[in-house]
């Protein structure tokens, strides 16, 4: 019951996280040979580097589901495989409309975090030959670096949350980051694997916390339209109406002067009455 279950899970975790995966990357990827040019881009160096920390994300968790180091976990093997090879295509799309100075940001940090996963894979694999230390390496820096992106977005949440930025938060996103927490986070804790329950909690916080931002923005802006609508209103229906089409009558001199205000009729009645004198 329990392997069926941590299939399930996995197959679920798997679909909804690629999907995930498959619209953040593809999505810049097409901005980006739409605009062809670094400087009108709408994607960022920002939005790049977080690509780039995608690519050594799922690096690190393909490294840690291998059968030398946890048996059994196919399903990570094979979504992060998947997002991997999604956030490379987007980095070398970035990379070729890029300006020099991005391009060398760019070398720099994928040279540094593959130095740093080659380092890990000899200390794991070469230096330490029981599979409880292995697993407890590469566990802790997939954790840890997962959590850590996870922080980010609840930073990025913060910016937009103070800016009222509906292009930062939206709806199918932040459904798809809840959706794709939860079920890691049963996969995690059918298979008893806590390296993968934690960074996937706080998943489920983000997913959440974004959920509740994008409520609230959207009851602000709400509520925003809905005083300007009443502002406006009684302003237009209170509006004199001076001229009448040619169908149609106007009102009579009377109805006109009395919607005037008062010291527009005061004035008008002080000069006829001077006229007549």
Same mark, same amino acid.
């Given at each position: 019951m329990d392997l069926s279950l941590h299939s399930i899970l996995g197959i679920s975790g798997n679909i909804v996280t690629v999907i995930f995966f498959m619209v953040a990357t593809l999505n810049s990827t097409w901005m980006i040979w739409k605009h062809k040019d670094s400087k009108?881009?709408?994607?960022?160096?920002?939005?790049?580097?977080? =690509?780039?920390?995608?690519? =050594?994300?799922?690096?690190?968790?393909?490294?840690?589901?291998?059968?030398?180091?946890?048996?059994?976990? =196919?399903?990570?093997?094979?979504?992060?495989?998947?997002?991997s090879s999604l956030a490379l295509t987007a980095i070398a799309s970035f990379y070729c409309h890029a300006s020099r100075m991005q391009k060398l940001i760019i070398e720099?940090?994928?040279e540094a975090f593959l130095s740093?996963?080659?380092i890990?894979?000899?200390?794991?694999?070469m230096v330490n030959t029981e599979a409880l230390i292995r697993i407890l390496i590469a566990g802790?820096?997939?954790?840890?670096? $997962?959590?850590?992106?996870?922080?980010?977005?609840?930073?990025?949440?913060?910016i937009a949350w103070k800016k009222n930025d509906m292009q930062r938060l939206q709806l199918v996103p932040s459904i798809a980051a809840f959706s794709k927490g939860a079920l890691w986070l049963g996969y995690g804790w059918?298979?008893?694997?806590? =390296?993968?329950?934690?960074?996937?909690?706080l998943a489920v916080v983000t997913g959440?916390?974004?959920?509740?931002?994008?409520? $609230?923005i959207q009851c602000l802006f709400n509520k925003a339209e809905l005083e300007?609508?009443?502002?406006?209103?009684p302003a237009i229906m209170e509006r004199p109406t001076r001229m009448a089409s040619a169908s149609q009558p106007g009102p009579s001199m009377p109805d006109v002067v009395q919607k005037e205000p008062a010291f527009i009729t005061l004035w008008i009645d002080r000069s006829l009455s001077n006229e007549f004198k």
């Open positions: 009108m881009n709408p994607v960022s160096s920002w939005m790049n580097q977080l =690509f780039v920390f995608m690519l =050594f994300n799922c690096m690190l968790w393909v490294f840690y589901g291998l059968p030398i180091n946890r048996p059994h976990n =196919f399903w990570v093997i094979l979504t992060n495989a998947i997002g720099w940090e994928l740093l996963f080659v890990m894979i000899l200390l794991t694999v802790s820096l997939a954790a840890g670096f $997962s959590s850590f992106m996870h922080l980010v977005l609840l930073v990025d949440m913060g059918v298979g008893r694997d806590l =390296f993968i329950i934690i960074p996937n909690a959440i916390t974004q959920l509740l931002c994008w409520l $609230s300007i609508a009443e502002n406006c209103t």
